[in-house]
């Protein structure tokens, strides 16, 4: 891996989604898996993008009538809801990015960011595997960015839809790797 040319890009990690009904795993193994990865990720000198969902008002997020209600209102979150992790919020050099949907290319400067920087590569983890990082990947892919999966720093609300996107989808866009394999990866560089 050529951390010169690699992202590190971490989805919505952050209070009120972490500590929320995780499968396969916890949302406390997710940031400690993640945080390995930021800080080895910084050692390195890499880029690394914290990416949280974040509102106004709530009149900025998406809202279309759907047949499961979207409680995106942020009158209801609590205060700090979009505060990332203590884990990572002191972690320096970090480009924090800021979205109002699921995925964190479209209404960011993400992909401008990546290729003031040369990055052709961008390895992806966070919550939730099926919603925020199944659809920065798919951007990300259409962006035609070689992407990571790291299957073990990632979650979703259930198992069987980070199964579901890490079986049938990840493999047809980038390659699956656990935290261990990615940290080899860095160390080798």
Same mark, same amino acid.
């Given at each position: 891996?050529? !951390?010169?040319?690699? &992202?590190?890009?971490?989805? +919505?990690?952050?209070?009120?989604?972490?500590?929320?009904?995780?499968?396969?795993?916890?949302?406390?193994?997710?940031?400690?898996?993640?945080?390995?990865?930021?800080?080895?990720?910084?050692? %390195?000198?890499?880029?690394?993008?914290?990416?949280? /969902?974040?509102?106004?008002?709530?009149? +900025?997020?998406?809202?279309?009538?759907? +047949?499961?209600?979207?409680?995106?209102?942020?009158?209801?979150?609590? =205060?700090?809801?979009?505060?990332?992790?203590?884990?990572?919020?002191?972690?320096?050099? !970090?480009?924090?990015?800021?979205?109002?949907?699921?995925?964190?290319?479209?209404?960011?400067?993400?992909?401008?960011?990546?290729? $003031? $920087?040369?990055? +052709?590569?961008?390895?992806?983890?966070?919550?939730?595997?099926?919603?925020? /990082?199944?659809?920065?990947?798919?951007?990300?892919?259409?962006?035609?960015?070689?992407?990571?999966?790291?299957?073990?720093?990632?979650? &979703?609300?259930? %198992? =069987? =839809?980070?199964?579901?996107?890490? %079986?049938?989808?990840?493999?047809?866009?980038?390659?699956? %790797?656990?935290?261990? =394999?990615?940290?080899?990866?860095?160390?080798?560089?």
């Amino acid at each position: 891996m050529n !951390t010169e040319k690699t &992202a590190l890009v971490v989805i +919505d990690l952050q209070n009120g989604i972490v500590h929320g009904q995780r499968a396969p795993y916890t949302g406390e193994q997710i940031v400690q898996n993640a945080s390995k990865l930021v800080n080895a990720f910084a050692e %390195k000198g890499a880029f690394v993008v914290l990416v949280r /969902v974040s509102s106004v008002d709530g009149k +900025d997020m998406l809202n279309p009538h759907t +047949d499961l209600q979207n409680n995106s209102n942020s009158a209801q979150l609590p =205060e700090d809801w979009d505060r990332l992790v203590p884990e990572l919020e002191n972690v320096q050099n !970090t480009h924090v990015i800021s979205k109002r949907q699921w995925g964190a290319f479209y209404g960011t400067d993400l992909d401008l960011q990546l290729r $003031r $920087r040369g990055i +052709d590569t961008i390895v992806l983890c966070g919550i939730s595997t099926s919603i925020g /990082v199944d659809m920065t990947a798919r951007e990300a892919y259409q962006h035609g960015y070689h992407q990571i999966f790291v299957e073990d720093a990632m979650t &979703a609300t259930a %198992k =069987e =839809e980070h199964d579901f996107v890490c %079986k049938y989808i990840f493999p047809r866009i980038g390659q699956i %790797k656990t935290s261990e =394999e990615v940290m080899n990866l860095i160390n080798n560089d």
